[in-house]
């Protein structure tokens, strides 16, 4: 063993650090820009429920699921998801719209991943998953489990209608 | 003191307690496999699961199976075994311990049996992952428990066996391929916390009825503390053989030895504290916490990215030492006529896609747009089943020639095996990434999802063909290995195979502070510390009690 501190590195391996390093630095900036300052957000709600009540209880929103519209051309919508469907099952807005879910699970683990967006989210039971979208083409949009949920999870998903 | 030789040989002991572990790990792997395919049959539409009832019920269940025996009992089994060897073989000495090794192992033996029982009577189809509230019988948690810390217990072996030579060698570095052992069970035993914890003081508690409700997102926050260091306990091993053994299998250097230490030290210290990647879209986990571990596991990104280069490094030394010219000549004349070497490279190339799949993976929002899709298995499986899982082929074609002393049975099916799972892996897993893309959700028998629109159906298709292509390339494997290990010919004296060892190429002296755990080592929990305490106190303050549901 020898009490030198640095390690011998060759020039070429030097260059590739160099590169490797200044890689991961770009990507990190990138993806901190777009979140940040362009928006593109993950669902981080700290929200919690209690999974047992939150079907029932009556001042609970996940009670009566379903869409509000909180002022023209917005909306928010809270969305139970259970083994092994989501209530509700469709939703229909008008083309602009801006909407905010609010999805929870009342028993096992769930996704909610609406096709052709960037909602994605795991649902889990005691916590709320929030994210918003702003549907901005006409058309349908499935919105489908995407976490095993037992034997009826791949035909659990739902649609939301974007009228024109 | 022993004199270093090049070609240390282990006692027909240390062979056998080597070869046991190949015999579970290879055991794991004929079981699981059968499963594996069953699914990518199931995308393309064939499904056969109706035709095994009611011996197995359910998609869900032989999914569970192929996830547990493949993805953790294969992999767990085949790596202590060949760190056996390496930290062995490194030193140059026995085991210090030799009776803690083999307690390891039985006790690993006894935990595969254990989760056997539940997951073959269908009361612990959960997946791999075992998320609560799904409750899965308590036996399938104390077996995987026992599976850790058999290997625990293993690790604890090699450390003694470390410190024993460290006494008898004063002033000497540790061998390359024993510190790199050493670091790969450490790194586990750190990593391995999180699941022991929500073991033992989540599930099995829930499990007893002892309480009636545990907090989900602190159950998953603890799986996900193991769940990512895992693949780096399946990679690491693989990293070894790439240094340190294939560069002299295809006849040339380990190209910086220094490195490939640094390497090892990095992923000590950075590959456990990232594992909110996999929670990019959970609730409950802060954005900023999220960004945080995006950083860290860029991080773990680096050591990966230098390893592509002194392994190729070490490749083109190889081949031009061999006689190959030019900018790629060096590549064609490496040895690939060798299987042992041609799965290593054709693991190393697919590799090469799951690297930048996991960047994309890591990447916080990008991470949305694949999150819980079919580019997620996709993605595993160029790490545990192509990088890992088909170089642990490649070295088993050297290995149990060297183990059982007999000749590999026709070398010639083991090249068209490795070729062959590359070709799978590569039409599956190509497959499955496209699906991801346009919004295929993982774990699904898509075969009877209500919501699959036709443009799927090309991919759905190459799934099942890629599954194919697999399914028979891993039972060819499995019977090259027993044919050679049961009836293979007798290697005559100067054809017996032994441990490949590389040279460093430029023998450049190792500093002292990496050549010790101790800053490594209280840098990792540092790290773990910073990055994980303040979710874990405020995840377990503000716990909310899902009960248990059997939805299988």
Not at chain 2, 155 to 160: A, L
Request: charged share 10%.
């Amino acid at each position: 063993m020898t009490t030198k501190p640095i390690i011998e590195i060759d020039p070429y391996e030097k260059t590739w650090m160099r590169i490797s390093l200044g890689l991961l630095v770009v990507f990190i900036i990138m993806v901190g820009v777009a979140g940040y300052a362009l928006g593109f957000q993950l669902p981080a709600s700290e929200t919690r429920v209690n999974p047992q009540t939150v079907a029932t209880d009556p001042n609970s929103p996940w009670s009566n699921p379903g869409l509000r519209e909180l002022a023209p051309g917005k909306y928010e919508v809270y969305i139970l998801a259970q083994i092994w469907l989501f209530n509700p099952r469709e939703i229909t807005v008008p083309v602009g719209s801006t909407v905010t879910f609010y999805v929870t699970s009342k028993d096992v683990q769930h996704g909610f991943k609406i096709q052709d967006t960037n909602i994605n989210m795991q649902i889990i039971p005691g916590y709320v998953s929030t994210l918003t979208h702003v549907f901005d083409k006409p058309g349908e949009y499935p919105y489908i489990c995407t976490e095993y949920c037992g034997s009826g999870h791949a035909a659990m998903f739902g649609k939301i209608i974007v009228e024109p | 003191m022993t004199i270093a030789t090049a070609n240390y040989d282990l006692t027909p002991q240390e062979k056998k307690f080597v070869g046991w572990h190949l015999i579970l790990a290879i055991s794991a792997l004929s079981v699981g496999s059968l499963f594996g395919p069953l699914q990518a049959f199931e995308h393309a539409g064939w499904d056969l699961y109706p035709y095994l009832q009611p011996v197995f019920k359910s998609y869900y269940q032989g999914l569970t199976i192929h996830g547990v025996l493949n993805a953790l009992v294969w992999t767990t089994a085949f790596i202590t075994g060949f760190l056996t060897l390496t930290t062995i073989r490194g030193l140059q000495r026995s085991l210090r311990y030799p009776k803690l090794n083999y307690t390891g192992f039985w006790v690993m033996v006894v935990g595969v049996l254990v989760t056997a029982v539940p997951l073959l009577a269908n009361n612990a189809s959960v997946l791999y992952t075992f998320y609560p509230p799904m409750k899965a019988d308590w036996l399938f948690y104390v077996g995987l428990t026992l599976v850790v810390i058999g290997s625990w217990i293993e690790g604890y072996g090699f450390y003694f066996t470390m410190a024993a030579w460290r006494k008898e060698h004063p002033g000497e570095t540790y061998p390359f391929i024993a510190l790199a052992s050493s670091v790969t069970m450490a790194m586990w035993q750190i990593a391995t916390l999180g699941v022991a914890i929500e073991i033992l003081t989540l599930l099995l508690p829930w499990a007893w009825g002892m309480v009636g409700g545990i907090d989900i997102q602190l159950a998953r926050t603890y799986f996900w503390f193991t769940g990512h260091p895992l693949v780096y306990f399946w990679l690491l091993p693989a990293y070894l053989s790439w240094y340190a053994m294939l560069p002299k299998q295809a006849g040339g250097k380990l190209f910086s030895d220094s490195m490939a230490r640094l390497v090892f030290w990095l992923f000590l210290l950075t590959s456990v504290p990232v594992g909110f990647h996999h929670q990019y879209v959970d609730p409950g986990v802060p954005d900023s916490w999220k960004f945080i571990h995006s950083i860290l596991t860029y991080s773990v990104a680096f050591p990966s990215m230098l390893t592509a280069f002194t392994v190729i490094a070490g490749l083109e030394y190889a081949g031009r030492k061999r006689g190959g010219k030019g900018l790629f000549g060096w590549i064609k004349a490496l040895p690939w006529d060798d299987p042992s070497v041609v799965s290593q490279l054709l693991a190393g190339i697919l590799f090469f896609f799951g690297g930048i799949g996991g960047i994309t993976n890591a990447s916080y929002n990008v991470n949305l747009v694949i999150h819980n899709t079919a580019w997620v298995p996709g993605h595993f499986h160029l790490t545990v089943s192509s990088a890992a899982t088909l170089s642990f082929m490649g070295i088993t074609y050297w290995l149990v020639p060297y183990l059982t002393g007999r000749k590999l049975w026709k070398p010639k099916w083991a090249l068209i095996q490795a070729w062959m799972w590359f070709i799978g892996m590569l039409i599956f897993s190509n497959a499955m990434h496209v699906l991801g893309l346009l919004g295929a959700p993982r774990r699904t028998p898509l075969g009877e999802a209500p919501y699959v629109p036709a443009e799927w159906n090309g991919h759905l298709l190459r799934v099942g063909i890629g599954g194919a292509i697999l399914f028979v390339a891993v039972y060819l494997y499995i019977f090259i290995i027993a044919k050679t290990a049961f009836g293979g010919e007798k290697a005559s004296e100067s054809e017996q195979v032994t441990i490949p060892v590389a040279e460093p190429l430029h023998a450049s002296p190792i500093p002292a502070w990496m050549d010790t755990f101790k800053p490594w080592l209280i840098g990792a929990v540092l790290l773990v510390v910073i990055a994980y305490a303040p979710v874990l106190i405020d995840l377990i303050t503000h716990a909310v009690g899902s009960p248990g549901f059997r939805v299988w």
